[in-house]
């Protein structure tokens, strides 16, 4: 009945999915991980998927945080289009910094409620419920399509996320926020999901605590990553086409003695233009700073006083560990971002570095003992890109005449396989 309808979203058209189509999203997922678990032999399903399907490395959505990069895999989108470029932002008349997680602030129509409108049933889990309600928006609970976060498993009620008892259903506790069983939680009630209703589509975003507090080399990532690898193996073998990709990477920037390296951008401009004539956005801050300390590759400054744009770039971009410093209009054209919610300069540290606010409004205490790892930028806008079906003589002719954006991973697994 379904079989030849085509779902439109945003401009791409998408074919009716003939199996499961499973979208992972390995939050701060750098290829550096895959690299060295490749190697050593020990993720033997993601290695399969990469000889038997489709692998690449595709550019994500720069600022490289999470909320952006979300919203461009489940809309097919650059932030340009769907308006999410960091996880606050400055409302210039209000002079309040605006968190960026509402459904409200999210332009154009998600693949994921399209689709459920269309009649496919729909599976979105994140492990943080602060992406919740974006994923979810416009999704009709009421119909049989799933949304919830391993955050408030325990939580979930019919009308609000349409499963409820879900801790008895995955058959795991309520997992910690900083744990790497919040994302294990997602994988396993996307297999439950799976096994039991068979959805068409599912989304399933985890959260980077693995990421942040261990580098590759380290043995708590790499069980992670086995754990990881063994879930992606069971949704293949329930018949799913199985998408891997990030929304970014990750990079260890301390110093010889495990200090973070940080450029504190409020105190440089402070100094140099005096107390409120520029504001510096971190736009990496949310609720759980302790893994990065609200430290990332990526500011915004608003002039807000007699210092100029052209002014503030002239005092920072002479400045160590600095690899970028724009205004707003070569930023949103050089990075696809929105230009009404783009400060008046943007600025991008080196992979080694962090840029920071004030130092004193910064709580590093959460750091204590692990080195900075954090992400942002550039450095970290390369994410993976991986199928366990090959593609189609038409996408791979696309992947090979274009460089891949992370964003297309919905479009690749659903137009692109061969299934
Ligand atoms: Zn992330």
Redesign the pocket.
Known sequence: MTANKTVHVNGTAYRWPKRPVVVVCI??GDPAYLRQYLAEGSIPNIARFMQQGFSGVADGTVPS??CP??MSIITGTPASRHGISGNYYLDVKTGAAVVMTGPELLRGDTILSQFADAGAKVVSITAKDKLRKQLGKNLDISRGNISFSSEFAGKCTMKENGIEDVLEFVGMPQPDMYSMELSLFVLEAGIKLLEKDRPDLLYLSL??YVQHKYAPHESEARRFYQQLDRCFGRLADLGAIVALT???GMNDKSNGNGDPNVVWLQDILDTRFGKGDTRVICPITDAFVAHHGALGGFVRVWCTGKATPTRVIDAIKNIDGIESVLDKETACRLHALPMDREADVVVISTADRCIGGAAREHDLSGLKGHRLRT?GGVSEAKVPFILNAPLNDEYRLKAGAATLKSYRIFDFAINGTTH
């Open positions: 939050d701060g945080f999470t990069n979300n959260t980077d990030a929304d970014h992400h």
